[in-house]
């Protein structure tokens, strides 16, 4: 099949494909020149994932990954939380989610996508890594945020749940 492919012009007298390009190239080197924010992407193998045949969950020790694979990402950690246990009374303060951003010319380059369900791994310290789920994948990134001046989409944003040392471990 053939590719359709119509050139954006939108704002072609003040920015374009060189523009765009050259602003990517910059942001990519401060990001993993001067920034290095890295994160390990642990991603679900859906093929080999063994599920029952109900409701096609995973059974226990049954999701299988591929390689895991490193990126620059910019990271933000988010505050955490206080909340209560069910209906009781007791409060457990649990960790902030993990917000990270990630170019789209990066993924491209890795050939990887990032998916709910996936895992993080994000090095708090020299010795600690702490792990999360992808509980939003990004898909949506056409919105002004994510487009450089209205040109088109240049990142994607994540978000992802802290997990526990039952739920997962690194590989």
Request: net charge neutral; charged share 20%; aromatic share 10%.
């Given at each position: 099949m053939k590719e359709n492919k119509v050139p954006i012009t939108r704002i072609g007298k003040f920015f374009g494909a060189e523009d765009y390009n050259l602003e990517i190239e910059m942001g990519s080197e401060w990001l993993g020149g001067d920034m290095n924010f890295t994160l390990v992407v642990y991603r679900v193998d859906k093929l080999k994932t063994k599920t029952d045949d109900v409701y096609g969950e995973a059974?226990?020790?049954?999701?299988?990954?591929?390689?895991?694979?490193?990126?620059?990402?910019?990271?933000?950690?988010?505050?955490?939380?206080?909340?209560?246990?069910?209906?009781?009374?007791?409060?457990?303060?649990?960790?902030g989610n993990l917000k990270f951003s990630i170019y789209?010319?990066?993924?491209?380059?890795?050939?990887?996508?990032?998916?709910?369900?996936d895992y993080i791994g994000y090095y708090e310290s020299e010795t600690k890594v702490r792990y999360y789920v992808v509980n939003n994948d990004?898909?949506?990134?056409?919105?002004?945020?994510?487009?450089?001046?209205?040109?088109?989409?240049?990142?994607?944003?994540?978000?992802?749940?802290?997990?526990?040392?039952?739920e997962f471990r690194g590989l």
């Open positions: 059974l226990t020790d049954g999701i299988k990954f591929k390689s895991p694979v490193e990126v620059n990402a910019y990271v933000q950690i988010l505050a955490p939380e206080n909340k209560n246990l069910g209906t009781s009374k007791l409060t457990q303060m649990e960790p789209q010319k990066q993924l491209e380059q890795l050939d990887i996508e990032i998916n709910y369900g990004g898909r949506v990134n056409s919105d002004n945020k994510h487009t450089y001046g209205g040109y088109k989409p240049f990142y994607k944003t994540y978000m992802a749940s802290p997990v526990t040392e039952n």
